[in-house]
């Protein structure tokens, strides 16, 4: 089985603060590992993935995530916030090996305080 | 591209009341997936359709739901007799591979049901 959990399910900090949103992943085979993030009223959409290839992976909107295979984490950063960072971000985990379904966590809720 | 598209984005029904939920894939997309989104369970995986034929229905949560992809362009998500609990945000997603789930998920904007 496969699960991710996220640490905090809101997190707050003020613009031009570093972004810092924990994810750490269960599998029992080598993952691969999402990052969504979900505007007010919106669908989720990609931000960022690994596939097994570079361990730091870089995605849009200036994010980035390193997987730690030794943590069993996939942690989201962004050097500066800015307001328009406001949403809800989900950590996601699926494997290889035919069709294996993305486990999504529970969220967590970022707030930018001007 | 429009996106996926779902309609409507807003339904207000009536406990017992038949309700339909209905998505459009991004063109080229060979997977289709519906999803379940509430504040105590999160995101869930209803069901999931490859080159229209489900795959996998482990999360449809009892014979009152339905889904069906007649063809590539279409899918609906059926609830029969809906229920209070069924009140949720349902997004369907569509992506552009078979069964590798490296793809990316392109979410719709989800349909926010409320049942009375």
């Known amino acids: 089985a496969q699960s991710v959990t996220q640490l905090g399910s809101h997190v707050s900090v003020s613009e031009g603060a570093l972004v810092l949103l924990r994810c750490n992943y269960s599998s029992s085979v080598p993952p691969y590992l999402f990052w969504y993030v979900q505007y007010p009223n919106q669908g989720l959409q990609l931000l960022l993935k690994?596939?097994?290839?570079?361990?730091l992976v870089k995605g849009i909107n200036g994010f980035e995530a390193e997987f730690k295979k030794s943590e069993t984490s996939f942690h989201l950063t962004k050097p500066s916030a800015h307001m328009s960072d406001a949403a809800e971000y989900f950590c996601a985990v699926s494997h290889s090996g035919g069709y294996q379904k993305v486990t999504f966590g529970t969220g967590t809720k970022l707030q930018v305080i001007p | 591209d429009a996106g996926v598209i779902q309609s409507p984005r807003h339904e207000v029904t009536e406990m017992g009341q038949e309700v339909t939920l209905r998505c459009k894939p991004i063109?080229?997309?060979?997977?289709l997936f519906w999803y379940r989104q509430t504040m105590m369970r999160g995101l869930e995986l209803l069901i999931y359709f490859n080159n229209n034929v489900p795959i996998d229905d482990s999360g449809m949560p009892e014979d009152r739901f339905s889904a069906k992809m007649p063809n590539a362009s279409f899918s609906t998500l059926k609830i029969q007799p809906s229920e209070p609990r069924d009140s949720a945000v349902y997004f369907c997603?569509?992506?552009?591979?078979?069964?590798?789930?490296?793809?990316?998920?392109?979410f719709g904007p989800g349909t926010r049901l409320t049942v009375l």
């Open positions: 997603a569509s992506s552009p591979g078979t069964s590798d789930t490296r793809d990316t998920q392109y």
């Open positions: 063109s080229g997309h060979n997977s």
């Open positions: 690994y596939t097994s290839a570079a361990t």
